[in-house]
């Protein structure tokens, strides 16, 4: 039986933006993989690199230098229209800000992905907002809830198109630390529950030591 495929693998990445200063390099020769239903977590202070390399990684920007397949598929080689395609088909994101559209009910925010890709949504969305205990809460609007519930309605919204990957960044970052361990309790039940892999954006070591693996930035390089 052969190696197991990465799910993702990134080689030799590199992004450097320019500023008033001149040229900065924010991520330098990066280079790694992650197989399906691995769990990784990225460590680093502020400023390490960390937000950078999941918008890479997500296909949410393109590097400097380098390459990355996604699901097979190299992000580097696809255009806009692609990238988001294959987001849409293969993704899920938790933000540390929650991302919720303020104008859409809680059930709403999570039928959203599924009615992007064509697919039945009510169904689903109610099955999943229930599944993270907010059954009773799906006629709300974001104001109307708290941190906490904000933050099951993402999770919600990520699982419910059952991605291949899932993407957090600092997912507790804006949750009191009693609200954030149940948080974090419920994405690793549900990503179980999914089969997905997982790539999860922390400062805490803590956390970090929850996922099977994980790697450190400093100051844009693997440690």
Do not use: W
């Amino acid at each position: 039986m052969g190696e197991e495929k990465s799910i993702i693998a990134v080689e030799n990445l590199g992004k450097r933006v320019e500023t008033a200063e001149g040229s900065l390099d924010i991520l330098t020769s990066v280079s790694f993989s992650i197989k399906h239903r691995e769990s990784l977590a990225i460590l680093g202070s502020s400023g390490s690199g960390k937000s950078t390399l999941l918008g890479l990684l997500a296909g949410l920007d393109l590097p400097s230098q380098g390459r990355i397949e996604l699901a097979g598929v190299s992000l580097t080689e696809l255009d806009e229209d692609g990238r988001a395609l294959l987001r849409a088909k293969h993704v899920g994101f938790v933000f540390q800000s929650f991302q919720l559209l303020t104008n859409l009910t809680a059930l709403e925010n999570v039928m959203l992905p599924l009615e992007l890709l064509g697919a039945d949504a009510k169904n689903p969305a109610r099955a999943i907002l229930e599944r993270v205990e907010l059954g009773h809460r799906l006629r709300h609007y974001p104001h109307q809830l708290s941190g906490g519930e904000q933050q099951r309605v993402a999770l919600a919204r990520a699982f419910v198109t059952a991605p291949r990957i899932l993407f957090a960044d600092e997912p507790t970052g804006n949750l009191d630390s009693r609200t954030g361990a149940h948080i974090i309790d419920l994405l690793f039940q549900l990503n179980r529950e999914h089969h997905t892999t997982l790539v999860l954006v922390t400062h805490d070591a803590v956390l970090a030591e929850r996922c099977g693996r994980s790697i450190r930035l400093e100051s844009g390089r693997v440690v």
